[in-house]
């Protein structure tokens, strides 16, 4: 996206001077032992940092930052500054003790720590940070003193030919008179007036820009974000880092145009303000002030930034009006309730204990018969827990009174969310503000769609906190084989192929478009497997064909992986509750005991995380359960649709005894089969249909699925049970025979 520049010059890497070593510098140890002799005789701290590239070797160095006896001055900005106009993929950094110890400081571990987080916004790889003593080195990533002694190099320079060099780098500020502008400033009320009125363009969204400035509130830059941007925490982060930095900015103004005209924030400011808040404290660049752009009305989210009375004249009224907003009561909830999720993982290590998942069930509002979704669902499940409610029906306050039930006093109620994306509004005459009327005198309506949307809130009552409500009308629960049958027909039901190979792991392979499964007897349990099977089933619906949620951003070792898992984990208790699943989800539980931490972590920067998790959970949950009906719907209509054949049901019945007696196990491929044969007392197996599934057994064994010991079994069972029919054919033969022969005779 194209960017305006208002600024009078910009920042240059410039070669200082060259270093020269007697032995190769070609690793980051090498430009260590360079960087120790170079600054272990300093008299104060020095700072350095080392530059390297994809192959870790080295760039340059730069020294960043010079100090007193005891400590080091460095501003995070002008550290990146030589990293990022170098292109590093890795860096080291360095800095001397003058007193000859190398042990890090607290404070030397802090900075590390801070460094550290700025290089994961940055992508860029944060090698080691080195403490300097006398012929020593304190490494803080590997916790180890290296001892300098025969290698410390010697300055002596040798031959050119002979010689190695590492370029010692600086950064100038460079001017750059064509974009020179004296007359914009944002160091008063009314110059903040000015720009953000310039600022008030019609977009079709919401338009979010970002004035850097320095130290007088003169603006260096003046960048329009793209909305895409923010759809990814890490890429907003790295890509207002950098414009910072390299704009040598000392804050940050924020402006946001608001295309509905309001000038209340809405959850994107408050991310953005986070988001700012959050860098502002790593790379110390601080954000001033978000102003929200209205209708010819600014409000000011920080107040730091009064505007001028006849541009301003409700900023009070709005800034109380926040106080106790809509979108204000839903961040607080929302918070409260990733607090408990958050305490949960590290004190319990689950979200939901795993064995109370079969006796959760789906919320829903009694007067409606509406499901509770998404994140609305979660709360409401969640809060069951809590308070021990076996009752599933939560309804409002007025939708009580309306059926004429009460609210028992005391009772305290549940934030539901409300999401607005667009609303009906009445059309009006401009000059004199009356309704346009249609040719029935009915005034004429528009929708009006909100992005991002405006947000609302609700509170629901369970059953168990109302008076008068009629008793539930229980339903008849599935026993756990019931459970079993239906979790098989879910797994059938599947629009993506399911393999059963022999491997150690579970997955879902994009590339492929198929879900790989460990042969199924190798698992602890068929709940384990028909658990592990519904996990990946979640995780399928991301294929683009589908609900189009992964990419090889988010696949199996990549940072998106884990919240992926959080997808599927919340999908796999809403598929359970949707469907009254009863299975063991212990061993599931087990496998996302290694997202642990890295849920932690994302959960507590950022709690909307989750709730978009909720979002995307309750969109898999909808897909695969609707997936599953649509099926079961088109299998009864064939079924329906096939003519009635002759009752042959001791064939049937003899045929699965024999099964049994020979001792296959019910998680045979041949007795599944025969089992689905077998569902309808409709349809029941004939030689033919044996003769299909030997056909699709041979195929098995080609594909490598079915190995060779297995297969020898499958085939004597086959003509076992082909014996069977045949006799059985021959004998109804004999009979038709003897009974037309009677005929004849008579």
């Known amino acids: 996206m194209e960017e305006n ?46 530059n390297f590239d994809f192959q870790n070797r080295p760039i340059n160095i730069n020294i960043v930052g010079l100090g007193t006896i005891n400590s080091a001055m460095m501003h995070p900005r002008e550290l990146f500054k030589a990293i990022l106009l170098s292109n590093s993929a890795s860096i080291m950094v360095f800095h001397n003790h003058p007193s000859g110890d190398p042990t890090p400081s607290q404070e030397d571990i802090t900075v590390t720590n801070n460094l550290r987080k700025i290089c994961n916004i940055m992508d860029i790889n944060f090698l080691d940070h080195m403490v300097i003593g006398n012929d020593k080195i304190f490494s803080i990533n590997e916790n180890k003193v290296m001892d300098l002694g025969q290698e410390k190099l010697n300055y002596d320079l040798p031959a050119k030919e002979s010689s190695f060099s590492l370029d010692l780098v600086s950064t100038r500020r460079i001017k750059d008179k064509e974009y020179y502008n004296n007359n914009i400033s944002i160091n008063s009320p009314e110059a903040a007036a000015a720009l953000v009125a310039d600022l008030s363009v019609d977009y079709k969204n919401d338009a979010l820009t970002i004035a850097y400035v320095d130290n007088k509130l003169k603006p260096i830059k003046l960048s ?3 909305n895409k941007l923010l759809e990814s925490k890490q890429s ?125 069930t789906s919320p829903y509002n009694p007067t409606s018969e509406v499901r509770y979704s998404g994140a609305n669902r979660f709360k409401l499940m969640f809060e069951a827990i809590a308070q021990d409610y076996k009752d599933s029906r939560w309804c409002t306050y007025k939708q009580a009174q309306e059926q004429g039930w009460n609210i028992k006093r005391g009772a305290k109620g549940v934030l539901c969310e409300k999401i607005i994306f667009s ?53 008849n629960t599935l026993t756990h084989d019931e459970s079993i049958k239906l979790a098989e027909r879910f797994i059938q039901a599947s629009k993506c192929p399911v393999v059963e190979k022999v491997s150690n792991t579970a997955y879902y392979s994009l590339a492929n478009d198929e879900i790989v499964l460990p042969l199924r007897q190798t698992f602890s349990s068929e ?94 949950s909808k897909y695969l359960v609707e997936n599953y009906e649509k099926v079961q719907v088109q299998t009864k209509q064939i079924e329906q649709s096939k003519p009635t054949p002759s009752n042959n049901s001791d064939i049937s019945n003899k045929l699965l005894d024999e099964v049994k007696k020979n001792g296959f196990k019910s998680s045979d491929k041949l007795v599944d089969a025969i089992n689905k044969l077998s569902s309808s007392t409709e349809i029941k197996p004939t030689l033919k249909d044996i003769s299909k599934e030997y056909k699709k057994l041979s195929k098995d064994l080609k594909a490598g699925i079915l190995d060779k010991v297995n297969m020898k079994e499958y085939q004597k069972n086959i003509k076992k049970i082909g014996d069977i029919l045949k006799d059985q054919e021959i004998s109804k033969q004999q009979q038709q025979q003897k009974v037309n022969t009677n005929v004849l005779e008579r």
């Open 423 to 475: 609303e009906e509004k009445i059309i009006k005459d401009e000059k004199t503000g009356k309704p346009i009327l249609d040719e029935s005198g009915k005034p004429k309506k528009e929708i009006l769609e909100f992005n991002p949307p405006k947000i609302n809130y609700f509170y629901v009552f369970n059953a168990q906190q109302i008076e008068n409500i009629p008793e539930l009308k229980t339903k």
């Open 224 to 226: 329009l974000v793209d």
């Open 236 to 360: 907003y982060l790295k890509h207002i880092a950098r414009n910072a930095i390299l704009s040598n900015a000392s804050s940050m103004i924020v402006f946001t145009s608001h295309f509905d005209g309001s000038i209340l924030p809405n959850l994107r400011d408050n991310i953005v303000s986070q988001n700012n808040e959050e860098l502002g404290k790593l790379i110390n660049i601080d954000t001033v002030d978000h102003i929200i752009i209205g209708n010819n009305t600014y409000y000011s989210m920080k107040g730091n930034m009064e505007l001028p009375k006849n541009n301003w004249n409700n900023v009070r009224e709005a800034r109380e009006s926040y106080k106790t907003s809509p979108l204000t009561k839903v961040l607080d909830s929302r918070k409260e309730l990733v607090g408990k999720i958050i305490d949960n993982l590290k004190n319990k290590q689950y979200i939901i204990d795993p064995s109370i998942y079969k006796h959760l």
């Open 527 to 620: 709940e384990h497997f028909l658990s592990t099977t519904l996990h990946e089933m979640a995780h399928s619906t991301g294929h683009p064909d589908r609900l189009n949620r992964l990419s090889d951003s988010n696949q199996r070792g990549t940072d998106g992986y884990a919240l992926e898992e959080l997808n599927a984990e919340l999908a796999s208790i809403f598929i359970r509750s949707d469907l009254g699943i009863d299975l063991d989800a212990s061993a599931m539980y087990k496998h996302n005991i290694g997202y642990i931490s890295s849920w932690i972590d994302k959960l507590s920067n950022d709690p909307n995380v989750f709730f978009r998790a909720c979002s995307e959970a309750n969109k898999i």
């Open 5 to 50: 520049v208002y600024n009078d010059s910009f920042v240059k890497l410039v070669k200082d001077r060259s270093i020269y070593s007697n032995k190769p510098i070609l690793t980051p140890n090498d430009t260590a032992m360079v960087v120790a002799d170079l600054i272990s005789d300093y008299d104060r701290e020095a700072i350095v940092v080392a």
